[in-house]
């Protein structure tokens, strides 16, 4: 199979299984390889109407505004071509102000505009899907990211081919399946040039050092198809977990009592005779449920929890003020009054 025809060809056998019809489809390009290989593959499948969305996060300064217009002259190349019938949306965020004021991580912040933004323009185009560049390199990265900061089984799963994204609408990742080095073959051979991200070469970011340094070590003295390899564990562990997760959610319905005022109960013997994972994925739920922050919760606060469900400890205290305490044969988690 041509270098030019292979990304194509993988993308319309992701697709088959889509069914767009005749809706249109909201494509994210930031003006990087990936988007833009996917962007190209795109208008290669008829795609009856193809909305192009960029967001310029205003945080590389003139190096973002010249993304955005690289973006803009991409769609006005495509649509001379006849390649496309699309329309593109652009939008300005100053994701750094918004952290400012919100006190979080950058990052974050930057994910929840995009998409948030994202799931906008679907809207008001009535597209029920997504589409984002990510490829199966950066599944790799995200499973090897995630093992080494202690992830279960739910953290092995990597990035979903798709999911929802908002009610109506999904996301979509067409390049999941295709590395990056087939994305910059595609482009030689398409003759399209691609902006690069000066930020993406900063080794003090962790993602940097897996994808700039780690990975190609492990390619180069352990594996050369460590991507395949951990792309492989990613899609294996996703009914897996999928399986547990269900085993969970009937275990906490059953296992739930009458709140007592604010705090939640759970009756301890429709715990203690499951297995510990299980109990911790219950858990995992609840806080889910609730609300509550994820975030500082890890592997050693839902043992903790565990712990309390099987009577080995009477309480814990858990990040956000929240307790849970077994008492006789309950065990009640929330926060607890201070004024008692």
């Known amino acids: 199979m041509k270098v030019s025809t292979a990304l194509p060809r993988k993308v319309q056998q992701f697709l088959r299984g889509v069914e767009i019809g005749c809706r249109p489809l909201v494509v994210a390009v930031s003006g990087g390889p990936d988007s833009v290989a996917l962007l190209h593959a795109l208008a290669h499948q008829r795609i009856p109407n193809l909305v192009i969305a960029h967001l310029n996060h205003q945080l590389r300064g003139q190096e973002s505004d010249a993304d955005e217009r690289f973006v803009n002259e991409l769609h006005k190349t495509l649509k001379d071509r006849g390649a496309v019938q699309s329309e593109l949306r652009c939008q300005r965020a100053d994701v750094a102000a918004q952290a400012r004021r919100e006190g979080g991580n950058l990052e974050s912040i930057a994910r929840k505009i995009r998409y948030g933004w994202l799931i906008q323009v679907a ?19 995200t499973v090897l990211h995630r093992l080494l900061r202690g992830t279960g089984l739910k953290g092995l799963r990597g990035i979903a081919a798709r999911r929802p994204l908002a009610p109506g609408i999904e996301l979509i990742r067409p390049l999941l399946g295709v590395t990056r080095a087939e994305v910059l073959a595609y482009l030689e051979a398409e003759g399209q040039s691609y902006r690069e991200d000066a930020t993406n070469q900063n080794r003090s970011y962790t993602r940097n050092r897996i994808r700039h340094d780690l990975l190609p070590c492990l390619a180069q003295g352990y594996n050369p198809a460590i991507v395949s390899v951990l792309c492989r564990l990613a899609k294996q562990a996703a009914p897996t977990y999928q399986h547990q997760e269900t085993l969970a959610e009937n275990l906490l319905a059953g296992a739930e009592r009458c709140r007592a005022g604010k705090l939640l109960v759970l009756a301890a013997q429709h715990l203690t005779g499951q297995p510990r994972q299980l109990v911790r994925e219950v858990f995992r739920l609840l806080w889910l449920r609730e609300g509550w922050p994820l975030g500082s919760m890890g592997y050693r606060e839902w043992d903790r929890l565990a712990a309390v469900a099987f009577g080995e400890v009477v309480a814990v205290d858990l990040p956000g003020g929240i307790r849970a305490r077994r008492r006789q044969h309950v065990v009640q988690i929330g926060f607890p009054d201070k004024s008692v």
């Open 123 to 141: 809207t008001e185009v009535q597209a029920p899907f997504v589409a984002t560049g990510h490829t199966a390199n950066d599944q790799a990265e």
